[in-house]
Structures are given as C-alpha cells and as structure tokens.
C-alpha cells in the first residue's frame, strides 16, 4: 500500500516538475538569442502551429548556408537535427510525440541566432 502513496504523489508533483523545467528551458533558450535581436527582425517564420504531419520553416531574411535547426521536446532532449538546411524546409513529425518542442536555428560557427516553440498535436 506505501508504494500506492508514493505513485500518487509522483503523478501530483510530475506536472509541476515538467512546466518548471520548460519554463527553465524556454529562459535559457531565449538567452541564447542575440541580444539585439528583437521580436519584429526573426529570421525565420514557421508554419503550421499547431503541426499535425509537418511543419515548414521559411526563412524571410539573412539566410546562410550554413545554418542548421535543432529540435528538442519539452523536457529538452534533442529529437532532431537538419545541417545546411535549405530557405524552405519541411520537418516531417510522423515520430514527434503530441506536446510543445522547441527549436534553435544555428549559425556555421553553432551559435543560436534564434529559437522559439511550436506545438504538435496529433
């Protein structure tokens, strides 16, 4: 009967685990953004959000060759990485899990110019 009790405060606390931990990660992810990069100059615009079956980045200024996407689900574990991505790139999400991810656009040197979230739903 213990281990009943124990299993139903891990459910209680898990959710709170789980959006404190977002919340830290969303923070650290926008740090890493350039400090003068504001709101209005993103780079990039994606779309659909929320995302079924995919989703498109397109990039509307400043793209380089170079640049990658990181892609990282909520409790921040790296589910995708595309190198050398192209101005329009479809992620495929067939094996995403439903939930919010994240994603970084990196630069050649692997600095974050910018990140941001979308929400899968299935």
Known sequence: MRNKGNFETLKRVL????????????????????PSQEVSERIIKYYPNPAVSSITFDFQKGFDKGYSIQVYN????????????????TLDLTTY??????????????????????????
């Open 15 to 34: 959710p709170i685990l789980s959006i404190i931990l977002l919340t830290g990660f969303i923070t650290v992810a926008q740090s890493r953004v350039a």
């Open 74 to 89: 909520f409790l921040g574990k790296l589910v995708q990485e595309v190198k050398d991505v192209t101005p329009k790139t």
């Open 97 to 122: 899990n439903r939930g919010i991810h994240f994603y970084q656009v990196r630069n050649r040197g692997g600095k974050v110019i910018e990140s941001g979230k979308f929400q899968v739903s299935k």
